[in-house]
Structure formats: C-alpha cells, structure tokens
C-alpha cells in the first residue's frame, strides 16, 4: 500500500464565470521512503497539490489518503505532527519578529512537546546550525540559513513526510547545492518520504526516484529518474520541457 495516495484530485478557485481549475483529476501514489517529484512550469498546478495534501487548498473532488486513511477537513493534529511542509521562500516563511528559538519553539507549544531546550538544539544541530544561530532574527541570516531554519521547524515534530514545495528556488546555485544535499542526508538518516515541487529538472533529477510532470492542471507524464536522465520522455509537453533544459545536469549538487 502507498504511503500517499492521491486519487483523481480536483482543486477548483473562484465562483461562477471566475473559477479556476487549478488541478484536474491528478493521481499519484508515493511509497514509504520515497522522494517524489511534481515538475511543471509556472502555472502547472503543482504547488497547489502539495497544498491540497496539506489542507491548505480546497479539494473539490476526489480522495486523498496517508497511510490508507482518508485525510479529513480540517487537519488533525495528528496529521501535521506526521506531515510538514517546507515552503518556497525563506523570507517570507519565517515571521521577522520571532527570534530562530521562537520559531521552534511555538510548533513543540501547539503540540504539547516536552523537553523544549534538547529539541531545539537537536533541530539546530541537525540543519548544520549551532547554538549561536538560536536567538538570531531571520535579517539577521542569510538565505541558505533561513531555509536551513524552516527545515528544522518542519523536522522539530518528527514527521514522517516531507511536503517541499521549491525548497531551493530563491537560493543562489551554491546553497542550493548545499540544501539539497542537507535534504538528501536527512532523508537517508531519518527514513522520511518527500514529495518535491520544482521547475529545475537538475533537481528533481538529483532529489527523486520518480516524478510527474503538469500541465494546465494535468498529470502529463510519470517518469522514472533513470528515464529522466536518458530523455526517455514519451508525451510532446515533457519532450519540449527536456529541450528548454539543456545542459541542466550541469547544476547537480555533489
């Protein structure tokens, strides 16, 4: 049994002569320990499932299930201790009032996590940060740091999934670089099953097993990493998509 398992998604905005649909009728399973990847333009749909997954973006049909049981409106907090996201930018995902231990600290509150001080410095530690980074201000970090900051908040509730919506898209080339292979090794080390949004094929290629690729709302394509990488694409939308990327193998991370 997958451990996600999304079936025939619908994701409808707006009313009347206004709606959009944004995702139409995309199925996709993801196994435990898994690295699956979504790629698409602008526009494809693609964050707007992992939104659904995470009861940010109204499903407005089909089923979408972890672990075999069906996800429910709203959330439990049962779901996000087991399921986190890590969003696109880092300098709008962290608030810049709150110190790096505020924001650790408020998710270990909501959900009623003991030990407060241990965790957070595990998460820190876990990201590459030290304890000096503890009671800093996000102005106070730069990018690759704030985006090594909303990875140890995702990861502070020890989750079993990780929702990666272009986690590295407003990084310059080199921490990019860094934050994949960070990613990387915390998947190996901890066991955890990620889906991963992106544009950049060079990191789909890099992060994920498998892939699907959208357009206009639609699941084109799933390929295979292997498949990918030998430009074995059968639809014309994921051929045309490998041709605007040429020389994309040049940005893979060590």
Do not use: W
């Not at 990201?127 to 140890?152: E, T």
């Not at 898209?169 to 889906?195: F, K, M, P, W």
């Not at 994921?238 to 893979?252: D, K």
Request: net charge neutral; hydrophobic share 40%; proline share 5%.
């Amino acid at each position: 049994m997958p451990l996600i398992e999304v079936d025939n998604l619908e994701v409808t905005f707006g009313h009347g002569r206004d709606v959009v649909a944004a995702v139409r009728g995309v199925s996709l399973a993801v196994q435990q320990g898994e690295s699956y990847g979504i790629v698409g333009e602008s526009g494809s749909g693609k964050s707007t499932v992992l939104r659904a997954i995470c009861g940010l973006a109204p499903v407005t049909g089909g089923t979408i299930r972890i672990d075999g049981t069906l996800l429910t409106k709203p959330r439990t907090p049962a779901f996000y201790r087991r399921v986190q996201m890590v969003f696109q930018d880092p300098y709008a995902s962290l608030h810049p009032r709150h110190t790096v231990d505020g924001v650790l600290s408020e998710p270990l509150a909501i959900h009623g996590f003991s030990d407060r001080e241990g965790r957070i410095e595990r998460a820190l530690q876990d990201v590459g940060l030290g304890g000096g980074f503890r009671f800093r201000y996000p102005h106070q970090l730069s990018g690759g740091q704030r985006q090594r900051v909303a990875i140890a908040r995702a990861l502070i509730l020890e989750p079993t999934i990780l929702l990666l919506d272009e986690p590295t898209s407003a990084l310059d080339s080199s921490i990019q670089a860094e934050v994949l292979n960070l990613l990387d090794r915390l998947r190996r080390e901890r066991g955890l099953t990620y889906v991963l949004v992106s544009h950049d094929l060079a990191v789909v290629a890099h992060m994920c097993e498998r892939l699907v690729v959208m357009q206009h709302g639609l699941a084109v394509e799933e390929l295979t990493r292997d498949a990918l990488q030998h430009r074995q694409a059968q639809q014309p939308y994921t051929r045309a998509l490998l041709l605007a990327s040429e020389g994309y193998g040049a940005g893979l991370p060590a």
